[in-house]
T-cell receptor
Framework: ETGVTQTPRHLVMGMTNKKSLKCEQH?????MYWYKQSAKKPLELMFV???????ENNSVPSRFSPECPNSSHLFLHLHTLQPEDSALYLC??????????????FGPGTRLTVL | AQKVTQAQTEISVVEKEDVTLDCVYE???????LFWYKQPPSGELVFLIR??????QNEISGRYSWNFQKSTSSFNFTITASQVVDSAVYFC??????????FGSGTQLTVLP
C-alpha cells in the first residue's frame, strides 16, 4: 500500500449505530488530519494530530471521537450520528505540523450516509 | 482569520478550450502559502502546486499554469487545451500563521468531448 488509505470507502449507518472510520498513511508522516466534506461547502477541518497528540478540535460535536494510536493510524469513532452528518470524510497527512508549507496528502475518503 | 473564495461554482468547456479557475484570498499574514488541489470523482485530493507569498513568479507545468498576484490577492489557475480527464473539482487553499489549510468551496470543471 502506498500513500494514504481509508476504510471503508462507503458506509451506511443508522442514527443509533456505532461505527469507526480508519485511516492509514504509509508516508512516514507525523501529522494527521480529519476533514468533513459536505456538498457545496468547503472542506471543514475537524481534528489534527501531531506526533499522536491532538492539537486541534474545531468545535466538533462529541458524537465524533478521534483516536490516534501511532503516527501511521488515525481513527474516527462515530456514535448516535444525525442525518446532517452524512458527508465525505477525508483523512490527510503531512510531514510535520509546524511548517507553513503544509502540503497534505489525502486519502480517497469514506462516503458516510446516516439514515 | 483567513478566507479563500472561489466564485465559480461550476464551469463547462469543450475539449481543447483554455479555462481559468479563479481564487481570491484574504489574510493579514505576511508569510503564507497558497495551494491548488484536484479532486477527481474517485475522491482523494491530489496536490497540484504550492506557492509561497514571496514568490510571485508565474509557473507553468505542461498544460497547467498559475498566476499569483499579491496586489489583488489572487492565485488563478489556467488549463490550456483542456481534456476530458481534467474534469474534476478544483480547490484553492491557504496556509498561514494558523498552520492549517483553509480551503475554498471548490470549482467543478466539466470538460465536454
Amino acid at each position: 500500500e502506498t500513500g494514504v488509505t481509508q476504510t471503508p470507502r462507503h458506509l451506511v449507518m443508522g442514527m443509533t449505530n456505532k461505527k469507526s472510520l480508519k485511516c492509514e498513511q504509509h508516508l512516514g508522516h507525523n501529522a494527521m488530519y480529519w476533514y468533513k466534506q459536505s456538498a457545496k461547502k468547503p472542506l471543514e477541518l475537524m481534528f489534527v494530530y501531531n506526533f499522536k497528540e491532538q492539537t486541534e478540535n474545531n468545535s466538533v460535536p462529541s458524537r465524533f471521537s478521534p483516536e490516534c494510536p501511532n503516527s501511521s493510524h488515525l481513527f474516527l469513532h462515530l456514535h448516535t450520528l444525525q442525518p446532517e452528518d452524512s458527508a465525505l470524510y477525508l483523512c490527510a497527512s503531512s510531514e510535520i505540523l509546524v511548517s507553513f508549507d503544509n502540503e497534505q496528502f489525502f486519502g480517497p475518503g469514506t462516503r458516510l450516509t446516516v439514515l | 482569520a483567513q478566507k479563500v473564495t472561489q466564485a465559480q461554482t461550476e464551469i463547462s468547456v469543450v475539449e481543447k478550450e483554455d479555462v481559468t479557475l479563479d481564487c481570491v484570498y484574504e489574510t493579514r499574514d505576511t508569510t503564507y502559502y497558497l495551494f491548488w488541489y484536484k479532486q477527481p470523482p474517485s475522491g482523494e485530493l491530489v496536490f497540484l502546486i504550492r506557492r509561497n507569498s514571496f514568490d510571485e513568479q508565474n509557473e507553468i507545468s505542461g498544460r497547467y499554469s498559475w498566476n499569483f498576484q499579491k496586489s489583488t490577492s489572487s492565485f488563478n489557475f489556467t488549463i490550456t487545451a483542456s481534456q476530458v480527464v481534467d474534469s474534476a473539482v478544483y480547490f484553492c487553499a491557504f496556509s498561514g500563521s494558523a498552520r492549517q489549510l483553509t480551503f475554498g468551496s471548490g470549482t467543478q470543471l466539466t470538460v465536454l468531448p
